[in-house]
């Protein structure tokens, strides 16, 4: 009998800098956004697009350390628009991992 082929579960993670506005108390831990196919292709065609911009920036100065890509959320209108931002904190305090 073949083994089961084992699948990825999650394709990575990332580091928040900040949400903006800050959430109240009470929000969920974790909020799931589902995208089609076709939407997250979009997103990924969006992103590369501003990240190939920020690339652009020279990161040894201070503006360009701090570039950073907004992902705003409209959960009336169910859309996710790809803005250009800057970091709040420019060496952000790693998180801090958890002992086995």
Do not use: W
Not at 72 to 87: G, H, L, P, Q, S
Request: aromatic share 4%; hydrophobic share 35%; charged share 30%.
């Amino acid at each position: 009998m073949p083994r089961e082929i084992k699948t990825k579960s999650t394709f990575g993670t990332v580091r928040i800098d900040h949400f903006s506005p800050p959430l109240p108390e009470g929000t969920p831990k974790g909020i799931n956004v589902v995208l089609s196919f076709e939407e997250a292709l979009k997103l990924h065609i969006g992103l590369m697009q501003i990240l190939g911009k920020l690339n652009g920036y020279n990161r040894n100065t201070k503006d360009g350390k701090a570039s950073a890509v907004n992902l705003c959320i409209f959960t009336d209108a169910n859309r996710i628009t790809i803005n250009e931002d800057k970091v709040k904190d420019i060496d952000p305090v790693k998180t801090p991992r958890k002992k086995a």
